[in-house]
């Protein structure tokens, strides 16, 4: 079955994502332009994963629990899990790398930890957007070690990309690649570029997707469905 496809969005705990971004809003407008696996991939944390999957489910839409990484090099990679609890802890982990850096509000915008009503639980104090202490090469391998799926960010775009801050795009294990617009002119080694809408207000929500060819809607039929390519994107 052809299934639509979205895995890259934030939410308003993100600083540059809105504040009336809460996942359920972003479950909910995912499920109404048909959107059948949708990923949450906030800045290096993943605090707001549990009120998503709360969404997801109410939803009946397939949720992935993601964590878009920020290595040492500014490089921007999308770690995306199975289980709420594998990424809870890897989410950890990563804010543990975090330099103490304060957020400044009125620079970067509001770090909101929300429930599945969108009431503010919690705001996070550090920021979010700095670079981790993890290098790109150790969030590809420590992510794919903990079974997550790996994908480089938005490769073309001029910052925070892979082939921007590196020059290159490593010959590594990733599970697929992500682009602003396809094609992509570098060595990709063949692998699956996806189109995601890196929604970072409800407006963008699905401004750019993509269609998979699936055996079935979960986890492993998404990694059978990447290794074998795109069918269509909108981007
Ligand atoms: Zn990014
Ligand atoms: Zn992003």
Not at 86 to 115: C, H, S, T, W, Y
Not at 193 to 210: E, F, K, N, P, Y
Not at 212 to 230: D, H, N, P, T
């Amino acid at each position: 079955m052809l299934v639509k496809v979205d895995l890259h969005n934030h939410s308003c705990l993100s600083p540059c994502g809105d504040d009336d971004l809460t996942p359920a809003l972003l479950a909910v407008e995912a499920m109404e332009q048909g959107i059948e696996i949708l990923a949450l991939s906030d800045h290096n944390c993943a605090r707001n994963l549990p009120a998503f999957d709360q969404a997801c489910q109410l939803c009946s839409i397939m949720g992935l629990f993601g964590i878009e990484v920020t290595t040492v090099e500014e490089v921007h990679v999308l770690t995306l899990f199975e289980k709420l609890k594998d990424a809870m802890e890897f989410g950890k982990f990563i804010e543990f790398l975090l330099p103490p850096i304060k957020n400044d509000i009125r620079l970067f915008g509001n770090q909101l930890v929300v429930n599945l009503e969108g009431e503010v639980l919690e705001r996070v104090e550090r920021l979010l957007i700095t670079t981790s202490g993890i290098s790109f090469g150790e969030v590809v391998e420590e992510a794919l070690s903990r079974d997550a799926l790996v994908i480089p960010a938005h490769i073309d775009r001029y910052a925070n990309s892979v082939l921007a801050n590196l020059g290159f795009l490593p010959d590594l294990p990733y599970s697929a690649l992500e682009a602003i617009r396809l094609p992509v002119q570098a060595e990709t080694y063949h692998k699956t570029i996806l189109t995601a809408s890196d929604a970072h207000s409800l407006a963008q929500v699905g401004r750019r997707s993509c269609f998979l060819e699936l055996e079935e809607i979960s986890f492993e039929g998404l990694k059978a469905g990447l290794c074998r390519g795109l069918v269509s994107y909108k981007s």
